[in-house]
C-alpha cells in the first residue's frame, strides 16, 4: 500500500526492462466478455484484492450500431510495508451485432508495471544523517535482493495476464520473456 507521508523517498523500476509495455489485441466473437475475464485473472490468479483495483476511466458509447468501449485500471499488489507492484492496465474495443456470434468485433490491452518502494521521510529521525546511512545499508545488503525477485514477480504477474487473456480469446501463441 503506498505510504501517505508528507516527504518520502520513492524508488521506481519498471518491471519490463527492454520495454515499457506489452501491447496485444484480438478481433473476434464476444470482445465484451474481456472486461469481467480481466477482473477475474487479477482477483483469483494474482490474488489482488477487488479493493485494491480501481477503475481510472470506463466509457461505454452506444450511440451508434458498432458500441465503443475504454476502461483503465490502476492494480496495487503489496509486497511488504514499504514496497507494491503497480500495475496499469488500458483496454479499447468495438463490439457490434452479430448473426453468427451475438456480438463480434476487437479489444486491444496495454499492460505497464512498476515496482515502487517508498521510505518515509517525516520525523527527525527518518531526516537524520545516521537513518539514511542505516537505510542505505539495509537496502543493498538485504532489501535489494528482495526487491529484485519482487521485479521478476511483476514480469511474471504481467505475462500470466497477458497469457490468461490470449488463452481466454483462443489466441494460440504464448508470451515469455
Not at 4 to 20: D, H, S, V
Not at 113 to 140: A, K, V
Request: net charge positive; charged share 30%; with cysteine.
Amino acid at each position: 500500500m503506498p505510504i501517505f507521508a508528507k516527504a518520502k523517498m520513492l524508488l521506481e523500476e519498471r518491471c519490463l526492462t527492454y520495454r515499457p509495455r506489452i501491447e496485444f489485441s484480438y478481433t473476434g466473437p464476444n470482445p465484451d466478455k474481456a472486461y469481467p475475464k480481466l477482473i477475474d485473472i487479477l482477483t483469483r490468479s494474482l490474488n489482488v484484492p477487488r479493493e485494491n483495483i480501481q477503475e481510472k476511466n470506463f466509457v461505454w458509447d452506444r450511440s451508434t450500431p458498432e458500441e465503443k468501449f475504454t476502461a483503465a485500471f490502476e492494480i496495487i499488489k503489496d509486497m511488504d510495508k514499504f514496497s507494491y507492484i503497480y500495475l496499469e492496465i488500458t483496454m479499447r474495443g468495438t463490439v457490434r451485432p452479430s448473426k453468427e456470434f451475438g456480438k463480434e468485433g476487437s479489444v486491444s490491452f496495454s499492460i505497464e508495471g512498476i515496482l515502487r518502494t517508498e521510505y518515509p521521510q517525516d520525523t527527525l529521525w527518518e531526516r537524520s544523517f545516521f537513518y539514511e546511512m542505516f537505510r542505505t545499508f539495509y537496502h543493498r545488503v538485504f532489501y535489494d535482493e528482495k526487491r529484485q525477485k519482487w521485479l521478476m514477480e511483476c514480469r511474471d504477474n504481467i505475462l500470466q495476464i497477458q497469457n490468461e487473456l490470449k488463452e481466454f480469446f483462443n489466441l494460440v501463441t504464448k508470451a515469455r520473456y
